[in-house]
């Protein structure tokens, strides 16, 4: 049994038992996450698709933990013209556990 859900404007497939590393949510650590979102489900009595979503279905999950990811930099760079911008970014990413898919 597997999900596809939507969260900050990403789609990400997840089953069961899974840690997926999503945008930041605020909620502390060990806290449910729930998601309504649901697009699509497949499972044992076949695939349900929603146009756009799936309104009798949920996606529960723990907050495993917060972090950041490594750094990128952005360069700007005009040649022959003495200029040069350097700027660096981290995004922030929560990890949360897939515990239950629930279709009712």
Known sequence: MYAIFQNGGKQY????????????????????????????????????????????????????????????MIIKFRRRKHFRKFQGHRQFFTDVKINTISVT
């Open 13 to 72: 497939r997840v089953s069961i038992g899974t840690v997926v590393r999503l945008e930041k949510i605020d909620l502390p650590v060990g806290e449910m996450f729930k998601c309504n979102q649901v697009m699509m489900i497949a499972h044992t009595g076949g695939v349900q698709f929603g146009r756009p979503f799936l309104m009798s279905c949920n996606i529960l999950g723990e907050v495993v933990r917060h972090g950041r990811f490594s750094k990128i």
